[in-house]
T-cell receptor
Framework: DSGVTQTPKHLITATGQRVTLRCSPRSGDLSVYWYQQSLDQGLQFLIQ???????AKGNILERFSAQQFPDLHSELNLSSLELGDSALYFCASSSGTGEKLFFGSGTQLSVL | DQQVKQNSPSLSVQEGRISILNCDYTNSMFDYFLWYKKYPAEGPTFLISISSIKDKNEDGRFTVFLNKSAKHLSLHIVPSQPGDSAVYFC????????????FGTGTRLTVIP
């Protein structure tokens, strides 16, 4: 158990819809990262938050947004969903300065 | 543009033998490299790392080798065990720290008893 909790584990929705993925980092970790893993692809970095502030941005679409709340949990919002958004979305956390990321078990999003 | 590449999608090895997983990268600014292991229905877990000032790092049965001139790193598992069967991801960053890790596409290792 990494200590990172992601909900829900599975999400099935339709094109054009909006969903929210939730992540609770390990106790004490200030940084939260979101990654997307599509079929046969590596993990693509989307965005990082540190103590409530956006720290780094990767290949995140404009239809996607994220935030980190005062209690350090984070949410990834995906809107105007397309079939190609179907993927496994991982959240990870770190202390903020450490090299290791601790990953949650992911949310499998299926857009039909 | 895939900056970290794992060209072997899968590898099968007999129990007790050596497993060698390879990874190539294109960005010469990368200075920190990690290997993660992933079991089905779980998130990736950190396995071993190496900074660019070293060419080898060892942790028990796992050794990572870095060849900066070739932009190549490899993970050696000796001896391989059935419990090592998983997907292994190589990752790299352009600064020590976890910001913006670039991951490869993974290699599925199967250790045959």
């Amino acid at each position: 158990d990494s200590g990172v909790t992601q909900t829900p584990k599975h999400l099935i929705t339709a094109t054009g819809q909006r969903v929210t993925l939730r992540c609770s980092p390990r106790s004490g970790d200030l940084s939260v990262y979101w990654y997307q893993q599509s079929l046969d692809q590596g993990l693509q970095f989307l965005i990082q938050y540190y103590n409530g502030e956006e720290r780094a941005k990767g290949n995140i679409l404009e239809r996607f947004s994220a935030q980190q709340f005062p209690d350090l949990h984070s949410e990834l919002n995906l809107s105007s969903l397309e079939l190609g958004d179907s993927a496994l979305y991982f959240c990870a956390s770190s202390s903020g300065t450490g090299e290791k990321l601790f990953f949650g078990s992911g949310t499998q999003l299926s857009v039909l | 543009d895939q900056q970290v590449k794992q060209n072997s999608p899968s590898l099968s090895v007999q129990e007790g033998r050596i497993s060698i997983l390879n990874c190539d990268y294109t960005n010469s600014m990368f200075d920190y490299f990690l290997w993660y292991k992933k079991y089905p229905a779980e998130g990736p877990t950190f396995l071993i790392s190496i900074s660019s000032i070293k060419d080898k790092n060892e942790d028990g049965r796992f050794t990572v080798f870095l060849n900066k001139s070739a932009k190549h790193l490899s993970l050696h598992i000796v001896p391989s065990q059935p419990g090592d069967s998983a997907v292994y991801f190589c990752a790299a960053s352009a600064q020590t720290g976890a910001n913006n890790l670039f991951f490869g596409t993974g290699t599925r290792l199967t250790v045959i008893p």
